[in-house]
């Protein structure tokens, strides 16, 4: 069975603060995906990004960084120096291979930013 | 350029009554995705269409659940006869052909929120 685990239901932190989003997933395969999607108070998902199994780098993306160690079943996401706009909430989704659209997703981390 | 247009964008109904959730997609977008939201179960995904033709429907929650895609600009997801427990956000998402669609990039909508009484 394939799951993803955010165990942080809301974070709240002060404005330039660094934070982050904890991601815990579960496959028993060897070829999968994993993603971060933004939604923000309008309501729309947003992709933010997307890793596949064989691929363990580090991503970064201006103040958006994110860790992925297979060895510990996590991908988790940085936000460096926050800002109000990053108030959103994230969900981590996990998904096989060659089913792209069939995303698994976690219950979501509600993150406030404060001013 | 136009995202993904849901409508209604709020829908309060009675118990009993059809409801009739409207998408459009990306134009050249060839996914079509129904997802839902509640606070119990989170995101969970109900069917895509690929091309207009159903692919995957075991999302669907029972019979009361029907999906069309006519076309390759608009989408329907009809509820009927409703339920309290259908209580949700509807989203719909689409995807371009293949890399993207394959990759889990979906473009959303801004999702309809439904509210059965």
């Known amino acids: 069975a394939q799951k993803v685990t955010q165990a942080q239901t809301e974070i709240s932190v002060v404005e330039k603060e660094d934070v982050t989003l904890d991601c815990v997933y579960e496959t028993r395969d060897t070829t999968y995906y994993l993603f971060w999607y933004k939604q923000p108070p309008s309501g729309e998902l947003v992709f933010l990004i997307r890793r596949n199994s064989f691929d363990e780098q580090n991503e970064i993306s201006g103040r958006y960084s994110w860790n992925f160690q297979k060895s510990t079943s996590s991908f988790n996401f940085t936000i460096t120096a926050s800002q109000v706009v990053d108030s959103a909430v994230y969900f981590c989704?996990?998904?096989?291979?060659?089913?792209?659209?069939?995303?698994?997703f976690g219950q979501g981390t509600e993150l406030s930013v404060k001013p | 350029d136009a995202g993904v247009i849901q409508s209604p964008r709020h829908e309060v109904t009675e118990m009993g009554q059809e409801v009739t959730l409207r998408c459009k997609p990306i134009?050249?977008?060839?996914?079509l995705f129904w997802y839902r939201q509640t606070m119990m179960r989170g995101l969970e995904l109900l069917i895509y269409?690929?091309?207009?033709?159903?692919?995957?429907d075991s999302g669907m929650p029972e019979d009361r659940f029907s999906a069309k895609m006519p076309n390759a600009s608009f989408s329907t997801l009809k509820i009927q006869p409703s339920e309290p427990r259908d209580s949700a956000v509807y989203f719909c998402?689409?995807?371009?052909?293949?890399?993207?669609?394959?990759?889990?990039?979906?473009?959303f909508g801004e999702g309809s929120r439904l509210t059965v009484l």
């Open positions: 269409f690929n091309n207009n033709v159903p692919i995957d």
């Open positions: 989704a996990l998904n096989r291979y060659n089913q792209g659209g069939k995303l698994i």
């Open positions: 134009s050249g977008h060839d996914y």
């Open positions: 998402a689409s995807s371009p052909l293949s890399g993207r669609a394959l990759a889990g990039e979906l473009f």
